[in-house]
């Protein structure tokens, strides 16, 4: 009897801790979305004086999805950074007249930028009324490891939109206001 009551605590004991680590695992989804989101309020960081000096260069590889229109005059923007606050901003990629961002095609960008440690947040801006679908976004970095973000979804007109993994009790920036 001791025996079959041992057996049932523990697997009551079994059942808890796997419940705990389901919800667990549901949070941490929900801090880390695998679909891009649209971020209401961004603010791009000034770059500090001090920043420039130590300044590291990005390749970004943009493969835009052959669901895409066969091009865009869109102007498209991109940030992305770290959960330290450093930032890499690119005011505009597009170029209509090289062929930017044409379906099923991919173009690739150097970026000057603040060095900064593990990536955690990228976002693309578009704004414009030709629509553009990215497919992924590849970004390597001087002695860091290569990252691919999956948007296969058209780009929304005039917000940011992309992926935030960082802590949320970091310091990135957003929510700030844009």
Excluded at 4 to 12: A, D, G, H, P
Excluded at 29 to 41: I, N, R
Excluded at 126 to 154: A, Q
Aim: hydrophobic letters at 35%; one cysteine or more; aromatic letters at 12%.
């Amino acid at each position: 009897m001791v025996k079959q009551i041992s057996s049932f605590l523990l697997l009551l004991f079994a059942l808890f801790l796997g419940n705990s680590f389901s919800q667990a695992a549901r949070s941490v989804l929900v801090l880390q979305p695998t679909e891009p989101q649209v971020l209401k309020s961004f603010k791009i960081k000034p770059v500090q004086a001090d920043a420039r000096a130590r300044s590291c260069s990005y390749s970004v590889s943009i493969r835009t999805s052959c669901s895409s229109s066969s091009y865009t005059r869109d102007r498209v923007s991109l940030a992305f950074g770290d959960s330290y606050g450093n930032e890499v901003y690119a005011p505009r990629l597009d170029d209509p007249s090289s062929r930017t961002f044409e379906r099923c095609s991919s173009d690739t960008f150097q970026i000057q930028g603040p060095c900064t440690y593990d990536i955690c947040y990228i976002y693309l801006l578009r704004v414009g009324s030709d629509g553009w679908m990215p497919e992924s976004v590849k970004v390597t970095g001087p002695d860091r490891r290569t990252l691919t973000f999956n948007y296969n979804t058209f780009l929304p007109n005039g917000v940011w939109f992309g992926f935030n993994h960082c802590n949320a009790s970091s310091k990135s920036n957003s929510g700030v206001a844009m």
